[in-house]
């Protein structure tokens, strides 16, 4: 369903009146809606269980906090204790204007704790055993007045409880214990049921608690906002079996206070159906509600590694970051886990270095999330490409996997340019949920990201920088990377683990570090946006996007600046979205062909969401030190791809001058993350240039270069179209091309002599094609080479059929790939051959290849004895 709950809609015609209210207005009954509300301070939120997504609706409605707040199914109200005036408590309507009662027998505080049951008796306590019962039935002569002070059978530390309209009786979970309690409210009597089992090993704050129509019971943590679920806890027994499990990902608060109908279904997903039952756009294993259940693993899995992390979300730095990971992937550069450095607790540990002297190093928590060990995996290659002037990351690892990770920078010109969020939502991934997670007393956005490869991962960023003459630290959190100051030095922390509680407490003692060595003064946190794309992909000249829209709004703007390719202008696109208040919306925004995007969207009010999406770049090798690159073009193509090619778009124009070898390449994807090309047969463009050009499909499975599968053309100085077959690519091992796993195209032109020459090549229209074979293309395939005798000794005939008269070149390769002998022929329609001789060529197995404009040949395994 696309609208959640029409209250949505409701909600922010109230909000946007409610100014305009005075304090006489005539209050309306929320008569049970289906939304939670939680009350923070003064402020009230609207919060869907099903999604965990939150959004304010209405802002300072009293002049006193609000705690203990509770739905009265006799009036339909929402009430609450106030913490100012003294004594009172205080009755909201659904349009957020409030009535005030003085009830003379409450103490003057400690008030936080509230359920009002079906009959509208409102029971009311603090810290300790005594609790008050005030009766709030309209109907009841004693409306509004104190009917009784009561004492609880046992003393426990809780935060808040609430009514189950199945069995009338009260449920709180205790702080610390997670013990779930049953009060009867006609005698005070506490039955302790046992732990929750989701809860185990956890020490939150259970601040706001809710129940739906058929007894299940939700607890929400403060200070992560997790939301828990205990199912038909009217069935319990004491000690018996629970089910409990995760429901949905909610807000945090310091001050956190939940009401809720008792009597209003909340949706839920069936985990097997294939369904999204509850509407919140995940499917069966994909809601967190179905974690554990069934065939769905528990939301726990490794996560993504420090070595791989801190790309930029910008597109300044997309050609140097793919330099990079072609420089990875050229070298065969593996991280090692096994032989990274281990980190231990020294000593020193949260204490502060002497003069303030401090490293990165010093910010990284130890011993805080149970892990198994630390090791240390910087990845020190993005110093020269990035804005950072320092970096140390860390893995947390748990059974030899990475449970969480933080990257630290040192930034020395504003902060660190890259946030998961911005970037990964174009690339693959999704964003679950975007809320807060409340560490010491502050909010901090937390995103909880799904991955490509189905694992999530939840995300906190935080940046510190010095202040007061060098001794406090300052805290900034931002979704928007403009809200942080410019110019200044930051101490940036990237964090990302496999669980929400992990997060807090690697938070948690990321901020104890940063005290430790200067006292934090203040904090700048920002909130999180209440429209945010979930998920988005770039697509032959569109964007597919899917728009979370919380808080129910009726259209967002759209602001990007784009290049249509990695060496263009910039140009500007600016529309209005209309998301008509739906909770999901999916659009094809046409933006015409592009190479990278960088755009935010808003509805001028609430935080924005901003996102950057870079494609697979083209990038040059010009690494020798004798090659000069005088003209790198990358233009627009205007070919209309086949629907079931795999597209490379941009051509590319290369002139260098060089004795050695220079080449263009092309990643796949904007992460070098590998592409399953098993379903297409070839390989097909359009080039022209001068000679050899040798092209080169890199597996990330191939960590020696020299192993990767390439095949070779010959270009001339007109434009030819080339079909070169998956089957033509070979590699030295021998084996035939299983291409699960390409990463990058790559296209170079070598002086085979050694002499300095000018090479120029252009590629166009490139694409992988599912294309059946013509039979031009069955001819070319099968178009072989003989060697006789083979393997030679002395000397051997090298035989083929040739289609026209030309000239073409004979090459032969070592199994290193390098060219031991090359030659030039004209050939004549008809059977050709061509005699080697021995001479130098030493013993072992050789390839050779015939280029031709016109035909493809086969390539040939010679040995030699």
């Not at 910087?378 to 002037?389: E, G, H, K, R």
């Amino acid at each position: 369903m696309n609208k959640l709950y029409n209250i949505k809609v409701q909600f922010i015609l109230f909000g946007t009146i409610f100014m305009t209210l005075n304090s006489n207005a005539q209050d309306i009954p929320f008569n049970c809606d289906y939304n939670a509300y939680l009350f923070q301070y003064n402020d009230v939120y609207a919060i869907d269980l099903a999604s965990g997504g939150s959004y304010q609706v209405a802002a300072d409605v009293t002049s006193g906090n609000i705690n203990a707040a509770a739905y009265n199914p006799a009036d339909g109200f929402i009430w609450g204790s106030l913490t100012s005036p003294s004594k009172t408590i205080v009755r909201i309507g659904k349009n957020f204007t409030t009535t005030t009662y003085y009830i003379d027998e409450l103490p003057t505080s400690n008030r936080y704790v509230g359920g009002i049951s079906a009959t509208g008796m409102y029971f009311l306590k603090g810290g300790g055993t005594t609790y008050y019962k005030i009766n709030l039935d309209p109907n009841s002569g004693s409306y509004t007045q104190h009917d009784e002070t009561a004492t609880l059978s046992q003393n426990i530390n809780i935060h808040d409880w609430a009514f189950n309209a199945v069995d009338g009786q009260l449920y709180t979970v205790e702080k610390n214990t997670n013990i779930l309690y049953r009060i009867d409210p006609s005698n005070g009597n506490v039955q302790a049921l046992g732990e929750v089992p989701i809860l185990s090993g956890l020490s939150y704050t259970y601040g706001a608690v809710y129940f739906d129509a058929d007894g299940r019971f939700y607890v929400s943590a403060n200070q992560t906002g997790t939301i828990y679920v205990i199912q038909n806890v009217q069935t319990l027994v004491e000690n018996g079996e629970m089910d409990s499990n995760l429901f949905a990902f909610g807000p945090s608060s310091s001050s956190n206070d939940g009401a809720r109908c008792p009597t209003a279904p909340v949706l839920q997903e069936i985990c097997d159906n294939g369904i999204d039952d509850d509407g919140d756009g995940l499917i069966d294993c994909e809601d967190p509600s179905c974690s554990g259940y069934g065939e769905c693993a528990v939301i726990t899995p490794p996560t993504s590694g420090g070595n791989e992390g801190g790309l930029e979300s910008n597109n300044r730095l997309s050609e140097q970051i793919n330099a990079r990971n072609f420089n990875r992937a050229k070298t065969g550069y593996r991280f090692d886990r096994t032989t990274a450095r281990r980190l231990t607790k020294s000593n020193t540990y949260l204490e502060r270095n002497a003069n303030s002297e401090f490293t990165l190093e010093d910010f990284i928590p130890l011993d805080v999330i149970n892990e198994d060990e630390v090791i240390e995996s910087t990845p020190v290659d993005l110093l020269n490409i990035t804005n950072a002037t320092e970096i140390y990351a860390v893995d947390y690892l748990e059974n030899n996997m990475p449970a969480a990770s933080i990257i630290a920078l040192k930034t020395e010109n504003g902060v660190y340019e890259h946030t998961k969020y911005i970037c990964d939502r174009l690339l693959g991934a999704e964003l679950i949920s975007v809320n807060t997670i409340d560490i010491n007393e502050q909010a901090f956005i937390k995103s909880i990201i799904k991955n490509t490869d189905g694992t999530y991962e939840f995300v906190l960023s935080l940046s510190a920088k010095v202040v007061n003459n060098d001794e406090n630290f300052a805290v900034e959190s931002h979704w928007n990377l403009d809200q942080y100051e410019q110019d200044v030095t930051f101490y940036n922390f990237q964090i990302w683990t496999n669980s929400v509680d992990d997060l807090y407490l690697l938070g948690l003692e990321v901020l104890n570090l940063l005290e430790a060595q200067k006292p934090i003064s203040n904090y700048n946190n920002s909130t999180p946006p209440t429209v945010f794309v979930r998920k988005g992909t770039y697509n032959n000249g569109a964007l597919d996007l899917q728009i979370i829209n919380v808080n129910a709004t009726e259209n967002v703007t759209f602001d990007a600046g784009f290049r249509t390719t990695e060496t263009s202008e910039f140009d500007a696109l600016n529309a209005t979205i209309d998301l008509n208040e739906d909770y999901i919306t999916n659009l094809q925004l046409e933006t015409g062909h592009l190479f990278d995007i960088g755009f935010r969207i808003g509805d001028g009010i609430t935080t924005p969401d901003d996102l950057f999406m870079s494609d697979g770049p083209w990038g040059i090798d010009d690494s020798q030190p004798d090659t000069t690159v005088d003209t790198y073009t990358v233009l627009p193509n205007d070919y209309a791809f086949d629907i079931s090619d795999f597209p490379i778009e941009r051509n590319v124009v290369l002139k260098a001058t060089t004795s050695s070898y220079v080449a263009a390449y092309r990643a796949l994807t904007p992460r070098f993350k590998p592409v399953d090309l098993t379903d297409y047969n070839s390989l097909k463009f359009k080039a022209k240039g001068t000679g050899l050009l040798e092209v080169t499909l890199v597996k990330q499975g191939i960590s020696n270069w020299e192993e990767q599968y390439h095949t070779s053309i010959t270009l001339s100085n007109t434009v030819n179209i080339y079909v070169l077959p998956i089957t033509s690519f070979e590699s030295i091992n021998g084996v035939d091309p299983i291409l699960d796993d390409v990463i990058t195209v790559v296209f170079t032109m070598v002086s085979l002599d050694g002499t300095t020459t000018t090479k120029e090549m252009t590629l166009e229209d490139l694409r992988f094609s599912q294309e059946t074979l013509s039979v031009s293309d069955i001819m070319q395939e099968n178009t072989k080479l003989k060697a006789i005798p083979n393997p030679m000794t002395a000397e051997t005939s090298i035989q083929f059929t040739s289609n026209q008269t030309e000239t073409v070149q004979f090459v032969i390769y070592d199994q290193l790939g390098k060219v031991v002998y090359q030659s030039h022929h004209k050939v004549t329609p008809g059977s050709n051959n061509i005699t080697l001789q021995k001479d130098n060529l030493s013993a072992g197995l050789y390839f050779c290849k015939i280029l031709s404009q016109h035909t493809l040949y086969n390539p040939l395994k010679l040995i030699i004895r």
